[in-house]
């Protein structure tokens, strides 16, 4: 029986690749990302049960409604940044660099990310994500989506992502990609951050990506960067401090 599941969930995907090389789409998703400070808090060595019962009093659910990004996509090639907020003094752009850049015909990326207070542009060609595809389905704003799931080592976090073939792009939030369809939900370390697709618009025709005409940032190759990450999370732990207040869970 379980044979019989792997073969259907291989010839399944084998479809779904066939089905997407021959499909063109544009749109955009918008996605909200929740992060659970506490949860992420207390897997850390150092904090107690006591720590993690006063943080719950003091925060409450700060972060209840989460935060926006927008992904824009058209053939190959994708963007992903913050959504523009309104306000009572128009819109406004999140003043943290963060801008993600895929163009999966050519299988190169472009990111513009803070670094602890200091922006970095880096580029290079997409890095294949080796991914776990799992028997599980579930709805997602309307789409059937099956979960696949991979591991980051840089951050030393299990992923979870949900994707669907009816919207035949091999990109979603965050970078992530790799997968026969697009993505529309990211959990990390069940549940420390959740990534979902909230609104989908494949009606509006999409004449030019959202691609500024200059990055700003210092280049950095992304093995650099990864080490850096890496040297922070560890010292920030061993001072016992919480890394993440400074970088992206």
């Known amino acids: 029986m379980i044979n019989n599941i792997k073969i259907s969930v291989l010839g399944l995907l084998m479809v779904m690749s066939i089905s997407l090389a021959a499909q063109s789409i544009e749109g955009t998703i918008t996605y909200n990302r929740k992060t659970d400070w506490i949860s992420i808090m207390s897997k850390l060595p150092w ?3 006591e720590d993690i019962d006063r943080r719950k009093l ?4 700060e972060e209840s409604k989460g935060r926006d990004y927008v992904l824009t996509f058209k053939d190959d090639k994708s963007v992903y940044t913050y959504k523009k907020e309104e306000s009572s003094v128009g819109y406004s752009w999140k003043k943290d660099p963060y801008l993600i850049i895929r163009d999966h015909g050519k299988n190169t990326y472009i990111d513009q990310r803070d670094f602890v207070g200091k922006t970095y542009k880096i580029k290079g060609n997409i890095a294949k994500t080796k991914w776990k595809i799992l028997n599980e389905l579930k709805e997602i704003n309307g789409y059937i989506c099956m979960k696949a799931e991979t591991y980051d080592p840089v951050t030393e976090q299990t992923v979870h992502a949900w994707f669907t073939d009816a919207l035949p792009f091999f990109g979603g939030p965050e970078g992530f990609s790799g997968l026969p369809g ?3 939900e990211i959990n990390k370390n069940e ?8 609104e989908i618009d494949l009606n509006t025709a ?3 990506l959202p ?3 200059k990055i700003k940032g210092k280049d950095i190759a992304q093995e650099e960067y990864n080490l850096k990450m890496t040297d922070f999370i560890a010292e920030s732990i061993e001072g016992q401090k919480n890394p993440w207040w400074r970088l992206r869970y």
């Open 47 to 49: 904090v107690t049960q």
């Open 58 to 61: 003091t925060w409450g659910n």
């Open 182 to 184: 697009m993505i529309l």
């Open 191 to 198: 549940g420390d951050a959740i990534i979902t697709a909230t």
């Open 206 to 208: 999409i004449e030019k």
């Open 211 to 213: 691609i500024p005409k």
